[in-house]
């Protein structure tokens, strides 16, 4: 399990592969110096519901992981989450999103 560190509040603990891939999406909205909203579900074995934090650049930022090797990135889900980042609403931390394979072009 990762951990989000974010100011002075409680530690967000997220999966290592979600993580890496917020961590993404987040960074490239930082160094541009925008700031969002990330919102995420409570995870099993705490309290029902969920919760969003106001991310800003001035604001100190870690992120940890459990595994030492990064995980194989997958481009739609950050593409996904990049969009989400840039709607009204911010960051939503959805499921995966699987790569479809691009269909065949058929031969003339």
């Known amino acids: 399990m990762a951990t989000l560190h974010y100011g002075s509040g409680d530690p967000v603990h997220i999966g290592d592969r979600e993580l890496a891939h917020l961590k993404i999406v987040i960074a490239t909205k930082l160094r541009r110096q925008e700031s969002f909203t990330l919102s995420w579900r409570h ?7 969920r919760s969003t934090i106001w991310l800003h650049p001035s604001i100190p930022l870690r992120f940890t ?5 990064p ?3 997958n481009m ?4 996904e989450l990049m969009h989400s980042a840039n709607s009204s609403g911010g960051i939503m931390l959805v499921d995966e999103v699987l790569e479809t394979p691009e269909p065949a072009t058929p031969s003339v």
């Not at 992981?65 to 090797?69: A, V």
């Open 43 to 49: 995870p099993e074995g705490e309290p029902g519901g």
């Open 71 to 73: 995980p194989q990135l």
């Open 76 to 79: 739609q889900w950050i593409e």
């Open 65 to 69: 992981f459990d595994e030492p090797e």
